[in-house]
């Protein structure tokens, strides 16, 4: 019989607490998950979903400038994440990933007023007579 390795423990102090999350990419078919440290910045976070998106070849293309996206959390509802923020500090694990547009800079910008009038005024029905 061979004998088992021993595994060393692993010390916990200086590495930070790591969790599970996953992304929602916008036209995508399914999320990605990884692992990501609690500390890491949205910006980082972006990045490593870019790449792990890439890898997987998945469609549409999206590209892999993590400044031409957005990260949004279910809670935050239309207010993307600062980049600079860490990503364990909002308590939650799904996100929203979304390509930058000018529709989409416009609304975050804007005061709350300004949004809702554009979002009424995209959801209109134009008919057209015959």
């Known amino acids: 019989m ?3 390795k021993r595994i060393k423990n ?3 102090k200086d590495s930070s607490k790591r969790i599970l999350i996953m992304i929602n990419v916008v036209g995508s078919a399914g ?3 990884f692992v990501v440290s ?4 949205v910006a980082a976070v972006i990045e490593t979903a870019l790449k792990s998106y890439a890898r997987e070849s998945r469609l549409p293309v999206l590209g892999t400038k993590c400044t031409d996206f957005f990260l949004y959390t279910p809670i935050a509802g239309t207010e993307a994440l600062n980049p600079c923020e860490m990503i364990g500090s909002f308590g939650v694990r799904n996100f929203l990933l979304c390509k930058k547009t000018k529709e989409v800079a416009e609304i975050t910008r804007k005061s709350s007023g ?4 554009w979002f009424n005024k995209s959801l209109t029905l ?5």
């Open 38 to 41: 609690e500390e890491a910045a």
């Open 2 to 4: 061979l004998p088992c």
């Open 31 to 33: 999320p990605i998950r």
């Open 126 to 130: 134009k008919v057209t007579p015959r």
């Open 114 to 117: 300004r949004w809702k009038s």
């Open 10 to 12: 692993v010390d916990m």
